[in-house]
């Protein structure tokens, strides 16, 4: 494990986090054998001890002559790392949403980096009021899974079209017929509808990427998309053998697909 990197990461500069790890395996300890263990020069040593102490994160003692340090026990440190960030994210939330005036807009916007569009989509998924439709390949229905549950169990109709094996056990939900999946390349599609108003778009490929919008025309052309396939299906289990005979092969082959 990086120990560096990830003190680094919660605002530590790269002595300051030298200087803490070198205290953790010995102390208490001087500056000068702080700056031998870990090869930082002894003028940055003190430097970085100063900004350790003042953040709480080190000890000193008052003896002048042979000032000695010992870190702050890591679970001390950390916790109260963790409630300031906490509080920090709190004040944040609160301040920013005050700025910030969100307006329905026609404008086609991108996301991109799978962490980046599973965050949003988790996101469209909580507010969905009444309804969502949507069509999952299986690492997004997985990825999802939970909240598309939750959003059912609060009353949000579902309506799913899986392009994949992994089953949905809730609201409406039809597997896509697999050759046409692969014909219209749907197979790695994540589309979510949120209460007609709003529409995420994205392919679950190695660069994912998805597209966003509220623009009326383009979440209406997405909805009718989802409606239009469970319509199909729902028509199909009505079909008897001899109408099936009479389609075009190519045609038959897709319909057929609906049992697979």
């Known amino acids: 494990m990086d120990?560096?990197?990830?003190?680094?990461?919660?605002?530590?500069?790269?002595?300051?986090?030298?200087?803490?790890?070198?205290?953790?395996?010995?102390?208490?300890a001087t500056g000068y054998q702080l700056s031998k263990k870990s090869g930082i020069p002894r003028s940055m040593v003190y430097?970085?001890?100063?900004?350790?102490?003042?953040?709480?994160?080190v000890l000193r003692t008052g003896d002048q002559r042979t000032t000695l340090y010992r870190p702050v026990p890591?679970?001390?440190?950390?916790d109260r790392f963790e409630q300031e960030h906490t509080r920090l994210m709190e004040n944040l939330r609160t301040n920013?949403?005050?700025?910030?005036?969100?307006?329905?807009?026609d404008h086609l916007w991108s996301i991109r980096g799978r962490s980046s569009v599973m965050a949003y989509a988790t996101q469209m998924i909580q507010e969905a009021g009444s309804e969502l439709l949507l069509v999952l390949a299986d690492p997004a229905l997985q990825a999802l899974h939970k909240e598309i549950i939750?959003?059912?169990?609060?009353?949000?109709?579902?309506?799913?079209?899986?392009?994949?094996?992994?089953?949905?056990?809730?609201?409406?939900?039809?597997?896509?017929?697999p050759y046409?999946?692969?014909?219209?390349?749907?197979?790695?599609?994540?589309?979510?509808?949120?209460?007609?108003?709003?529409?995420?778009i994205g392919s679950m490929d190695?660069?994912?990427?998805?597209?966003?919008?509220?623009n009326r025309n383009l979440v209406l052309?997405?909805?009718?998309?989802?409606?239009?396939?469970?319509?199909?299906?729902?028509?199909?289990?009505?079909?008897?053998?001899?109408?099936?005979?009479?389609?075009?092969?190519?045609?038959?082959?897709?319909?057929?697909?609906?049992?697979?």
């Open 206 to 214: 190695l660069d994912l990427t998805a597209t966003i919008t509220t």
């Open 3 to 28: 120990y560096l990197a990830d003190l680094i990461a919660i605002g530590f500069t790269e002595y300051e986090a030298k200087v803490y790890l070198a205290l953790l395996g010995e102390n208490p």
């Open 47 to 57: 430097e970085a001890l100063g900004r350790l102490n003042a953040r709480g994160a």
């Open 221 to 260: 052309i997405a909805r009718q998309f989802v409606w239009m396939e469970l319509f199909t299906q729902r028509i199909y289990t009505r079909l008897g053998k001899d109408l099936l005979d009479c389609l075009d092969p190519g045609d038959r082959r897709i319909i057929e697909g609906f049992s697979v």
């Open 96 to 105: 920013l949403n005050t700025l910030y005036a969100s307006q329905d807009e």
């Open 150 to 177: 939750t959003a059912s169990e609060r009353g949000v109709t579902i309506s799913s079209l899986l392009t994949g094996k992994e089953d949905l056990h809730c609201g409406q939900s039809a597997r896509h017929p």
């Open 180 to 200: 046409e999946s692969q014909l219209q390349e749907l197979t790695s599609m994540l589309l979510i509808v949120v209460d007609n108003k709003k529409c995420m």
């Open 74 to 78: 890591p679970d001390m440190l950390l």
